[in-house]
């Protein structure tokens, strides 16, 4: 089995994608803004590129930085072995509503960083994107599917975001190789893949402090595998009915907790080793597992030296002490019958023994149910009065962290305003790709906040819903950090009705 997991980490990796040359088999769109051929189906109107017809048998070869590629539905549909779409050294590109198919690659990146892939349907070429020594992308909202490889691998990049896709039917669905780390992988539903997420370095070159969190990740083989991987954090995804839920080979120093992982395993297979389990382990020491949930595996536990004697015991810690406790574990009550509460804290007083190395001394007596922390912000609204016979596009608010926390962790996905209204999160907006628009000082006081727009038509039409004709309401803002810590603030704003006469104050 180890050897499979490497030939296929082998596989992937040696696909070696040259660099696109000059052809006449692609449409170009060159470093000065024009399209080239100019017949092709593609409108130019300043920096925004939109297709008017389906393209077939030609790669997309972008020369040009600050663009937006907006497929406005339609289809390429490319010839293997090309690209479908190439970006070489390229910048501040966007790429998105675009059927993408039959191509070696869908999306290829190559040193081209700060890039938004969104809201695309990608499916039956051998890789979907590919992101190689790419930095700081943003590949989100996308349906990737059906890959005789993978549905997104990166390689040698770092400090990407791959969030709220759905990755579905690929031989993996997001692997990763040699030093690609400070990664963040969230929020995306990865099913039925022969491995949903892979992390794999090679001996020497680790993959590291990459975060994967809240992913629905099901029915796949391995739901996640780390290979030669340290200092990674898995926490608080739902992993379930997966022939192994967690697969460690040679990694160690990784952080697994808060998560769900219930119903992985084959129970009609031949046992021990081939039944599957929540957690299967090879040469994987010194990582931290607790506050996880294992509920119903066939096996919860296995670790590859319980057979293989010339395979050295992986030797982990199981929980975070008292009063934090260690895992739950649905078949304790079976094993250890007579155990008792320890001091009315949620722990049993008995010790779940996975193995001689091996032991939860703190195990929970109900599933994980994580209390996230929820920290409050000053929240600014820039305009104190809201005039309803004003004809503004957007309504302009600011976030303030608390001293300690960073801005720049604020995942704008997840914010919200009275709990529905979302701020505008288009790429083709500079204030919403730039760190350097979003990211600033507003009230002078040296601290930097986080800059958020709201569509003005969608908060007043909110307001003649819900608030009635009152001057004075307050708006509430929530979200999340990326690391899952939940903000919340509040401002109060007067209103100018139509029609009306305004407070004395105003």
Not at 100 to 112: L, M, P, V
Not at 223 to 235: D, T
Request: charge should be negative.
């Amino acid at each position: 089995m180890l050897t499979l997991m490497l030939i296929g980490v082998t596989l992937t990796l040696n696909i070696h994608p040259a660099i696109a040359s000059e052809t006449t088999y692609a449409i170009y769109i060159r470093a000065d803004g024009s399209i080239d051929p100019s017949t092709a189906p593609i409108q130019r109107e300043g920096d925004i590129y939109t297709f008017t017809d389906n393209i077939e048998f030609l790669s997309i070869i972008v020369e040009r930085n600050n663009t937006i590629i907006d497929g406005n539905g339609y289809s390429h549909r490319g010839l293997p072995p090309d690209k479908g779409l190439y970006l070489h050294q390229i910048s501040n590109v966007t790429i998105k509503n675009l059927e993408i198919q039959r191509s070696q690659f869908g999306i290829f990146a190559e040193d081209s960083s700060n890039n938004n892939i969104y809201n695309n349907s990608i499916g039956h070429n051998q890789v979907g994107i590919y992101l190689m020594l790419s930095h700081n992308n943003t590949i989100y909202g996308n349906n990737i599917t059906a890959h005789s490889d993978s549905g997104i691998v990166l390689v040698g990049s770092s400090n990407n975001v791959i969030s709220g896709n759905n990755i579905t039917g690929n031989n993996h669905g997001i692997s990763r190789y040699f030093p690609s780390d400070s990664n963040i992988i969230s929020g995306n539903n990865i099913t039925n893949n022969g491995c949903g997420i892979a992390l794999g370095g090679s001996t020497g070159e680790l993959v590291a402090n990459n975060t994967i969190f809240d992913n629905n990740i099901a029915n796949n083989g391995d739901g996640i595998r780390l290979i030669f991987s340290q200092g990674n954090v898995v926490y608080g995804n739902n992993i379930t009915r997966n022939l192994n839920g967690i697969r460690l080979f040679d990694s160690l120093s990784n952080t697994i907790s808060g998560n769900s992982l219930m119903n992985n395993g084959d129970p009609i297979a031949l046992p021990p080793h081939y039944l599957g389990c929540g957690i299967r382990l090879a040469i994987s020491s010194n990582n931290n597992i607790y506050h996880n949930s294992f509920i119903n595996n066939t096996l919860q536990i296995y670790d590859e030296s319980w057979e293989q004697t010339y395979i050295p015991p992986s030797i982990n810690a199981w929980d975070d002490s008292y009063p934090s406790g260690g895992n739950y574990w649905s078949d304790y009550t079976a094993r250890y019958p007579s155990a008792q509460e320890l001091n009315d804290s949620g722990i049993w007083d008995t010790s779940y023994i996975i193995d001689e190395n091996n032991q939860d001394n703190y195990p929970l007596m109900e599933p994980w149910a994580p209390t996230q922390p929820c920290i409050v912000v000053d929240f600014d609204i820039a305009a104190d009065v809201l005039n309803l016979r004003s004809k503004g596009k957007w309504i302009t608010a600011y976030i303030q962290l608390p001293e300690g926390y960073d801005p720049s962790n604020i995942n704008a996905s997840t914010i919200t305003l009275n709990g529905t209204i979302p701020p505008v999160l288009d790429p083709k907006y500079d204030f919403v790709t730039k760190s350097s628009e979003y990211l600033v000082d507003h009230n002078n006081d040296s601290i930097l906040e986080r800059m958020v727009k709201f569509d003005r038509a969608t908060l007043e039409s909110w307001i003649y819903q819900n608030v009635g004709m009152q001057h004075e309401i307050s708006l509430t803002i929530t979200g999340e950090l990326t690391d899952g810590t939940l903000f919340d603030g509040t401002d109060t704003i007067n209103v100018l009705w139509q029609g009306h006469k305004s407070p004395s104050r105003l």
